[in-house]
């Protein structure tokens, strides 16, 4: 069982930040890819950013530049700091891990990210 909580969402104002944490706990041997994804009304869930293990980051071009995800591999942790914030960032955000040796992939419940302009 893996469980994945996630923290941070909120309401803010166009050109604000919000800082989005998740924490997997569980049964964990080994986290491959770390990222968020958000979904809006209508819109199919579509991928924000993720970091790969020993490959890098990932980012959707509408977020280059003004996010940056990390990860704390320790703690099972992944962060994303989402700066100057647009309206049409709003949407639910959600965690999602894969594991290294079986590819499955967990999600969060998702947390709510509003922008208002």
């Known amino acids: 069982q893996v469980q994945l909580v996630e923290s941070g969402g909120g309401l803010v104002q166009a050109g604000g930040s919000l800082r989005l944490s998740c924490a997997a706990s569980g049964s964990i041997s080994s986290i491959n890819v770390m990222g968020w994804y958000r979904q809006t009304p209508g819109k199919q869930r579509e991928l924000v950013a993720n970091?790969?293990?020993?490959?890098?980051?990932n980012y959707a071009d509408s977020v280059e530049g003004r996010f940056t995800i990390s990860r704390d591999n320790a703690k099972n942790i992944v962060t994303l700091q989402m700066n100057s914030l647009k309206p049409e960032d709003t949407g639910v955000y959600y965690c999602?891990?894969?594991?290294?040796?079986?590819?499955?992939?967990?999600w969060g419940q998702g947390t709510q990210v509003m922008v208002s302009s």
């Open positions: 999602n891990i894969r594991m290294l040796f079986t590819g499955v992939n967990y």
């Open positions: 970091i790969i293990s020993g490959s890098g980051t």
